[in-house]
C-alpha cells in the first residue's frame, strides 16, 4: 500500500490548481481535477488493487465540491485506515493578486452567488483553514509564473529530486508588506544600515552594485553573514535528516528593496557554491 505516492491538491480558487495538475502529469501522476470527497477512498482504492499500474495519484478536491467538500476530513481519516500514506499540497495566493486574476480572466468565484469578489475569497479562506493547518506543503503562488510553479513542484515531488538535499527558496520581503505566508524561517535584516537614508541610493534596487557595495562596507554586515551561514550550515542538514524537502528562508527589511535583497542574493550564492539547490524570489522589490 505504501508504493503509490498519493498526493492531494486543494486550496484557494485562483491560486494555480490547474497549471499544478499539469506539472504532476509532466512527471508522470496519474490525475484526476475537481474529485469530490466522498469519492476519493473508492478512488485510492482501485489504485491500490491496480498491481503497481497506478503507483503515483495526484487529485485535486476543493470547494467546487459543493456540499460534498466538508466530507473532505472523512475521507482522509478513510485513507489512513486503509494504511496509504499521503500528502496534502495547498495552493494559495494574496487576496489582492486572487481578485487580479479573477478580473482578468473574467471567471466567476466558485462562491460568488452575486457576492463581491472580496466577500467570496475571504469565505473560502475561513472554509479552507483547516485542511490548511493540516497540508504538509504550502506555496503561496502570488508572484510564481506558471513556469516558475512547475519548477517548484518538480523540486518537490520529482523522485530524483527527493533523493537529493532540500530544495531552499530565498524570499526577500518588506514587513511593511507582510511576512510571507510560508516561510519556514525568517531574518530580520532591520538592523544593518539602509541604503534608504543615502540619497543617491534611494531610487536605486538591491540589485544594483552601488546598493550591494553600500552594505558591505559595514563590518556589521559581514559579521551577521557569517555568522548566518555558520547556522545554515549547521541546521539544513538536520533539515535533510528529517525527510524535509523544501526550505522557505525569508529575509526582511522595512520596504523590502534594498537590504533583504542583497543578503538573500549574498546567502543564496553562498549557499549554492556548496552544493545547495535553491532559488531566489525578491517579493517586493518593484514596490514603491
Known amino acids: 500500500m505504501k508504493e503509490v505516492q498519493f498526493v492531494l491538491i486543494t486550496g484557494l480558487s485562483g491560486a494555480g490548481k490547474s497549471n499544478a495538475v499539469g506539472s504532476f502529469e509532466d512527471l508522470g501522476y496519474f490525475c484526476v481535477d475537481n474529485l469530490p470527497p466522498n469519492f476519493i477512498p473508492k478512488f485510492a482504492e482501485m489504485c491500490l488493487q491496480s498491481e503497481g499500474k497506478i503507483s503515483k495519484v495526484a487529485l485535486v ?25 499521503y500528502e496534502v499540497l495547498f495552493l494559495e495566493a494574496d487576496d489582492e493578486v486572487l481578485v487580479r486574476r479573477y478580473k482578468e480572466t473574467r471567471r466567476k468565484h466558485p462562491l460568488s452567488h452575486g457576492a463581491p469578489i472580496v466577500d467570496s ?54 514587513y511593511k508588506y507582510t511576512v510571507p505566508m510560508d516561510a519556514d524561517l525568517v531574518f530580520d535584516v532591520r538592523f544593518l544600515p539602509n541604503p534608504h537614508y543615502v540619497e543617491h541610493l534611494r531610487t536605486l534596487p538591491g540589485t544594483d552594485k552601488q546598493v550591494s557595495n553600500y552594505l558591505w562596507k559595514w563590518s556589521i554586515t559581514h559579521k551577521f553573514l557569517t555568522r548566518l551561514l555558520d547556522f545554515l550550515e549547521f541546521l539544513l542538514p ?10 522557505v528562508i525569508a529575509m526582511g527589511c522595512t520596504g523590502g528593496k534594498h537590504r533583504s535583497v542583497v543578503l538573500a542574493d549574498t546567502v543564496a550564492r553562498e549557499l549554492k557554491k556548496k552544493g545547495f539547490r535553491l532559488n531566489v524570489e525578491h517579493r517586493d522589490l518593484e514596490k514603491a
Open 121 to 174: 475569497i475571504s469565505r473560502e479562506r475561513e472554509m479552507l483553514s483547516e485542511i490548511r493547518g493540516k497540508a504538509d506543503k504550502v506555496i503561496n503562488t502570488s508572484y510564481l509564473t506558471p513556469t516558475e510553479l512547475k519548477e517548484r513542484i518538480f523540486n518537490l515531488y520529482s523522485s530524483e529530486q527527493r533523493e537529493k538535499n532540500v530544495f531552499i527558496t530565498f524570499i526577500s520581503f518588506g
Open 61 to 85: 478536491s476543493d470547494i467546487r465540491g459543493g456540499e460534498f467538500f466538508p466530507h473532505l476530513f472523512d475521507a482522509l481519516d478513510q485513507l489512513e485506515g486503509m494504511g496509504l500514506e
Open 238 to 247: 538536520l533539515y535533510v535528516r528529517e525527510g524535509k524537502s523544501h526550505l
